[in-house]
T-cell receptor
Framework: SQKIEQNSEALNIQEGKTATLTCNYT??????LQWYRQDPGRGPVFLLL?????KEKRKERLKVTFDTTLKQSLFHITASQPADSATYLC??????????????FGRGTQLTVWP | GAGVSQSPSNKVTEKGKDVELRCDPI?????LYWYRQSLGQGLEFLIY????????KSGLPSDRFSAERTGGSVSTLTIQRTQQEDSAVYLC???????????FGPGTRLTVT
């Protein structure tokens, strides 16, 4: 079965720095990889989706990379702000046949940005 | 509606009782998903519906769990004879199509005493 590991349970950085979160997976490579943000007591909120044939995708201060050789995705938040503090989830979609749309989630990394 | 809604937001039930959890997806979204998030655990896929196709039930943990989606819109997740290990937050999500980003509701926190 697919195993997804996110680098650490918690990451603390100073405001203005770049936060880098890691998502590693085993077994098959996903067709799609997604990143979500989850605040306490709320459902996850979609941030970015990257496809297996894409190396990098950006959205404002966010950047995602996808390395199918390393079986790894990196999620970067540049110029981090205290409002970026949340849990960030990596999710994989195998994207093939009957499993298309079924997301496998990592446990998340809790990011704290301090002033 | 503006987003995915779920009801109730909290549910406390006694062991052995049946519960029904409701999800209203975003209008026009053809795919609907149910997940479970236990304390300290990642989201666990339970079931999804896509259009009029038969649902993918492969994530349901036991035959006490079932779900239906009526009219391609509202979905109900039913847990029969609840057990304490069923205590978790149950999240519903919808997407325009399979493989697209998913929009989550706020979840239903289920506590089985």
């Amino acid at each position: 079965s697919q195993k997804i590991e996110q680098n650490s349970e918690a990451l603390n950085i100073q405001e203005g720095k770049t936060a880098t979160l890691t998502c590693n997976y085993t077994n098959y490579s996903p067709a799609y990889l997604q990143w979500y943000r989850q605040d306490p007591g709320r459902g996850p909120v979609f941030l970015l989706l990257i496809r297996e044939n894409e190396k990098e995708k950006r959205k404002e201060r966010l950047k995602v990379t996808f390395d199918t050789t390393l079986k790894q995705s990196l999620f970067h938040i540049t110029a981090s702000q205290p409002a970026d503090s949340a849990t960030y989830l990596c999710a994989l979609d195998r994207g093939r046949g009957s499993t298309l749309g079924r997301l496998y989630f990592g446990r998340g990394t809790q990011l704290t940005v301090w002033p | 509606g503006a987003g995915v809604s779920q009801s109730p937001s909290n549910k406390v039930t006694e062991k052995g009782k049946d519960v029904e959890l409701r999800c209203d997806p975003i209008s026009g979204h053809t795919a609907l998903y149910w997940y479970r998030q236990s304390l300290g655990q990642g989201l666990e896929f339970l079931i999804y519906f896509q259009g009029n196709s038969a649902p993918d039930k492969s994530g349901l943990p036991s035959d006490r769990f079932s779900a239906e989606r009526t009219g391609g819109s509202v979905s109900t997740l039913t847990i029969q004879r609840t057990q304490q290990e069923d205590s978790a937050v149950y999240l519903c999500a919808s997407s325009a199509r399979l493989g697209y980003e998913q929009y989550f509701g706020p979840g239903t926190r289920l506590t089985v005493t």
